[in-house]
């Protein structure tokens, strides 16, 4: 079940996944392709280095950056080869605007572990975050062509979203649409279609992909503004006033609200 929809400013735990869970049982010796985050933790040093990563997880969801960050420290001084501290500190040198330390942390965690597709994915979106779309595309692939990883659609919808960003619709509705043949439950990607079909003149396609979101979730406010603005621009004065009554009875402090009485149709 999707529990948010994309919105431009994304939210942290969208993107951010599980990077220090799903240990797996078995050996040190375990399939070398396996992500990180699901080979088996061997050796106190290890443990200890997983153990403050899984925690500044905790605390960098919670929006507590500098605790995150002391974890993410804890982590390497336990264990400096351990590649998801290097990954949690990138995460919270991104979200504190520290882009070189970034840069240099995510760095050191694809170093360590190359073809993790978690890494992969956030490094990703540092670059996307960063003004780099272009080169950030390469790391979501990466990520996405890993048939372990547990989250295989979130670096396609990244991928997604970062096109559409730098002007690519074609590039990010091929991604959303390989997304949806891996996931047809992923509602964010049903989103990110309407959002594109509305804004390109799509009409009955971004109003057939909004019954899809609705469809998986409970509305917010974001999808009943958009799917008012469908309506509106499709002539269909009854649906328009319904999703106005709806914008006003379950979400009268939202931005959205705010913008409809304001008659900021966008």
Known sequence: MVKSWW???????????????????????????????????????RKAAKAHTDLGMLYLREGQLNVARDEARAAIGADASFPLAYNLLGLVQMYLKEDRAAEESFARALELAPGDPEINNNYGWFLCQSGRERKSIAYFVTASKSSLYTSPTKPLTNAAMCSIMMGDDRGGEDFLMRALRVDQQNGDAYFLLAE???????????????ADVHRLA?????????????????????????????????????????????????
Do not use: H, M
Request: charged share 25%.
């Open 7 to 45: 919105s431009v400013a994304l939210v942290p735990a969208v993107l951010l996944g599980c990077a220090g869970a799903g240990t797996r049982p078995g050996s040190a010796d375990d399939d070398i392709n396996t992500p990180v985050s699901q080979q088996a933790v061997v050796g106190d040093a």
């Open 196 to 210: 594109l079909y509305y804004r390109t003149g799509r009409l009955v396609d971004a109003r057939l992909r909004l």
């Open 218 to 266: 409970a509305p917010t406010a974001q999808s009943v503004w958009l799917g008012l603005r469908i309506e509106r621009k499709l002539g269909d004065r009854e649906a328009e006033a319904r999703y106005g009554s709806q914008l006003r009875r379950d979400f009268p402090g939202s931005r959205e609200y705010q913008l409809l009485k304001q008659g900021l149709y966008q």
